[in-house]
């Protein structure tokens, strides 16, 4: 088959799993406890490799960017640069791709077990709705929780800018800290919360359509879990393009 064709129908299937899934979020019977549980194993499972990716990244920044900036006698601006480049771009991207590549694979190596066990074969016997059930509290779970560690990876990161502008480079703490809140706008904030949003919902349904869509036996579950961390991690990283553009577009930014 075209490979273009095939992309076109794994695109036709991945928004109807998601439009399922959302219409399951309204009916009864509601799996509350579910996405409940979701969320710690997304959320609070996630988090310290987020606040480690995130002070790491705001450090680094300050690290290479501070040189240039002295050079050029804007030194007082490094908090700027590390702000707006953390909330508009690193921050949301960064905590994409590394909650994909956790939990992506964990949903799809998980679905897709259970698929090649038949269990989903069993739920669907006994009544139970598999979207509704596994799927649309996984994705309620990552919309939830995505967008709350990019907020803390954007909070970690730019006091790990801090940390290395005000302890390697002597630059003081009130011109660094007046420096963030100069550079961060409302725009660039919800522009943030968007990216994640979006990534979180591309996270969430890759992966579980890659684990339904399992068929092999256990190397088709190896087989979906790579594919669904290569698929999400690139479409996260289109996305982000194409988002980019048009919050430009929409806010008037772009030339």
Do not use: H
């Not at 695109?11 to 998601?18: D, V």
């Not at 240039?68 to 702000?83: N, R, S």
């Not at 480049?85 to 949903?107: D, F, Q, W, Y």
């Amino acid at each position: 088959m075209n490979i273009v064709l095939r992309a076109l129908l794994e695109l036709q299937e991945s928004i109807l799993l998601a439009v399922r899934a959302a219409r399951g979020l309204f009916r009864r019977p509601a799996y509350f406890n579910e996405a409940v549980a979701q969320m710690d194993v997304i959320g609070v499972g996630s988090l310290t490799i987020i606040l480690l990716t995130g002070f790491f990244t705001g450090g680094v920044l300050a690290l290479q960017t501070y040189p240039t900036l002295k050079y050029y006698g804007a030194q007082d601006q490094t908090g700027f640069l590390v702000a707006t480049a953390l909330v508009r771009e690193l921050g949301p991207v960064l905590t994409g791709l590394m909650v994909a590549g956790r939990v992506a694979s964990a949903i799809a190596a998980e679905l897709g077990s259970m698929v090649v066990s038949q269990q989903i074969d069993a739920m669907r016997a006994l009544g139970t709705d598999p979207v509704r059930k596994l799927v649309a509290p996984r994705i309620l779970a990552l919309v939830v929780t995505l967008p709350l560690l990019t907020l803390i990876a954007d909070l970690v990161g730019i006091g790990g800018g801090w940390v290395v502008s005000t302890q390697l480079f002597g630059i003081s703490s009130g011109m660094f800290t007046s420096s963030v809140w100069e550079g961060l706008t409302t725009d660039d904030i919800l522009g943030g919360f968007l990216k994640a949003f979006a990534f979180a919902l591309i996270v969430g349904t890759v992966a579980c359509r890659q684990g339904l869509k399992t068929e092999g036996g256990t190397v088709g579950v190896g087989r979906s879990t790579t594919t669904s961390v290569v698929m999400t991690s690139i479409l996260i990283i289109v996305s982000d393009f194409f988002i980019t553009k048009a919050l430009q577009v929409i806010l008037g930014t772009t030339s």
